[in-house]
């Protein structure tokens, strides 16, 4: 018996039932998480945490349950995955015990091409019951890039290898062939076979917890549970919604360029309230571009899920989220593309999408919103060849400021809001790779001004100690600061620099590049953004921003500036000339 979007065939659940299948079901989808975490090869999945695992609806793949440790964007994007091997299978012979497809097609699936997608029917008394489905972030994929962020590519074929649906495991037959091909197009294949047979792990693990759950409650008692879990996830949305006020709130954003043309591309959002439901129009974005910014229609709509469950916080992860949402999303726009356009750097443009979304909603629901934060994964590359001939591949991405939102101050350094993911260690990577961190650091006056300040992002500089290696970088926010909301100020930009023998430069597109030559003891070095302010900084108590002063977070020059406060440079208010400042400046 497979869980039922509808409910009159469900028996009725009491809540403390309920609330013991969702912490169950939930804990499934953990154990499979902490699985992949612990015996993954590549530092992006065991330390980052760039990885997903859930349970599926066995006919629409609709997201039922999630785990807490994964990236909230596959929770969206995986059920598309899902629906793709629904309708391969459709196609031809079926589902059956044993299958295992595996895949990593954006457009069919979401995301770009190193997000592998292992999809597993999950049956019971020879009944589909739901599907398990986990995705992780392999560290090279093929393509013109090491590690795949390639901020030059104009069609996919230069980013890896793009693998339709296909039966990784026939009726619990392995197929090696599968396995040898994908090893032959990676420069790290032990990397990626190690990745591999984690994520095989983690399903396999998540079918023995699912069989005992029905073991002890039935699969007729599971599905009504996950029904109902759905049912009130879109239950509780609408109300959520229908307190907003109605009309239309709108907000545009940009990206730096597309990493070929150096020409801004609109990100231009209409959010539309109308009782308990919400449109969210796109006919505004920019148009497709050539290079690799594009993203699919399902990870389009798996951002906006992220940005959502940002906001109301309260909705329990499952597809109930979306049902009181429409979305225009025209066809071939930067937000719906199909093959061959490029989509390796989709984070940075559903990055985009979240802030459009947070910035519109600041206008309805100042009280649930925050700052934009700072809004770039900077995927940077470094590659090369040890002494020994071994090929090296370091790839990472960094982190920067979080928005300052209405309860208080955006965090430091946090990582993307895409995700739950981590930033490597500066330990692991300079263990696993030759190289050193020369700094890493909090980047003084990046937050945002505001009531809220924005938090600060961070300095990041790195010195290569092999003879030579090639340096790419993917970034954005170099033009475009993150915006401030309810009158909290823009972050500082990113900055991105790199030394060469005569003196340090800056990339021709700001925030991408290809192919740098470092030679051993050059260094490359990331800047990157705070996050927004929430409300104005002029309103901010003194003795925070003096707080700021003596901590390194602000100078005692963007104190009297932004925040109209006189400190000194150890942090010593001059209360009797702030509200003098402060005074002139409500005068003007």
């Known amino acids: 018996m497979s869980p039922d979007t509808g409910k009159s065939d469900m028996q009725q659940l009491d809540p403390v039932t309920l609330a013991v299948l969702k912490g169950r079901l939930e804990q499934i989808a953990d154990e499979m998480d902490a699985t992949l975490f612990r015996s ?6 065991a330390e980052a945490h760039d990885a997903s695992h859930g349970l599926y609806h066995a006919e629409t793949g609709e997201t039922l349950v999630q785990g807490k440790s994964g990236l909230p964007v596959f929770v969206g994007a995986m059920s598309f995955a899902v629906k793709a091997v629904i309708d391969r299978a459709a196609k031809t012979s079926g589902v059956a015990p044993g299958d295992v497809y595996i895949f990593n097609d954006p457009y069919e699936g979401g995301t770009h091409l190193s997000d592998f997608k292992l999809v597993r029917p999950f049956f019971r ?6 599907y398990l ?3 992780g972030h392999w560290h090279d994929v093929g393509g013109n890039v090491p590690g795949n962020y390639n901020p030059v590519a104009t069609e996919c074929f230069q980013e890896g290898m793009l693998i339709p649906p296909v039966k990784l495991y026939d009726k619990g037959e392995f197929r090696p062939d599968i396995v040898e091909i994908l090893k032959s197009n990676s420069r790290l294949p032990g990397s990626l076979y190690g990745d591999l047979n984690g994520q095989i792990n983690a399903l396999e693990l998540g079918e023995q917890r699912l069989n005992a759950l029905l073991d002890d409650y039935g699969a007729e008692t599971v599905a009504s549970g996950l029904a109902e879990l759905k049912a009130r996830a879109g ?24 990493g070929i043309t150096d020409t801004p591309l609109r990100i231009g959002l209409d959010i539309k309230i109308d009782g308990d439901r919400m449109m969210l129009d796109f006919a505004r974005t920019s148009d497709a571009c050539a290079g690799p910014v594009n993203i699919s229609r399902s990870t389009a709509i798996a951002s906006c899920y992220v940005a959502l469950k940002h906001v109301f916080r309260d909705v329990p992860a499952n597809a109930g ?11 071939q726009s930067l937000l719906s593309v199909g093959a061959p356009k490029p989509v390796g750097g989709y984070t940075e443009t559903i990055l985009r999408v979240i802030d459009v979304i947070f910035v519109a909603l600041s206008q309805a629901a100042p009280d649930m919103v925050n700052g934009c934060a700072y809004g770039t994964i900077n995927a940077l590359s470094l590659a090369g060849h040890r002494a020994d001939g071994r090929r090296w591949v370091m790839f990472s991405f960094f982190g920067g400021g979080h928005g300052g939102n209405p309860e208080g101050d955006g965090l430091n350094h946090g990582n993307a809001p895409i995700s739950t993911a981590t930033i490597p260690p500066l330990e692991i990577l300079e263990a696993a790779y030759p190289v050193q961190f020369t700094q890493w650091a909090l980047r003084p006056d990046s937050g945002g001004p505001g009531t809220q300040r924005g938090g600060n992002g961070a300095i990041y500089e790195i010195k290569l100690l092999e003879k030579q290696a090639d340096v790419f970088l993917f970034g954005e926010r170099g033009k475009y600061a993150p915006p401030g909301v309810l009158g909290g100020e823009q972050a500082a930009f990113n900055r991105f620099t790199y030394e060469q023998d005569d003196g340090r430069h800056e990339p021709p597109m700001i925030s991408k590049m290809v192919g740098i030559k470092l030679r051993q003891g050059q260094k490359v070095r ?10 104005n900084p002029t309103e901010r108590d003194p003795e925070r921003v003096a707080e700021d002063v003596r901590l390194g977070y602000v100078s005692s020059e963007a104190a009297r500036d932004r925040y109209a406060c006189i400190v000194d440079q150890i942090g010593n208010l001059d209360t009797a000339g702030t509200i003098i400042l402060r005074q002139e400046i409500g005068n003007q």
């Open 125 to 130: 008394d020879g009944e589909l019951f739901c």
């Open 133 to 135: 489905a986990s995705v």
């Open 526 to 535: 990331l800047e990157t953004p705070g996050g927004g302010g929430y409300g």
């Open 235 to 258: 239950q509780l949305m609408r109300s959520f919604i229908a307190d907003l006020p109605d009309g239309t709130y709108s907000a545009d954003d940009f990206l730096d360029n597309d």
């Open 321 to 331: 989220v979306l049902e009181p949402i429409d979305f225009n999303i025209p066809e």
């Open 40 to 45: 993954a090869f590549n530092p992006i999945i």
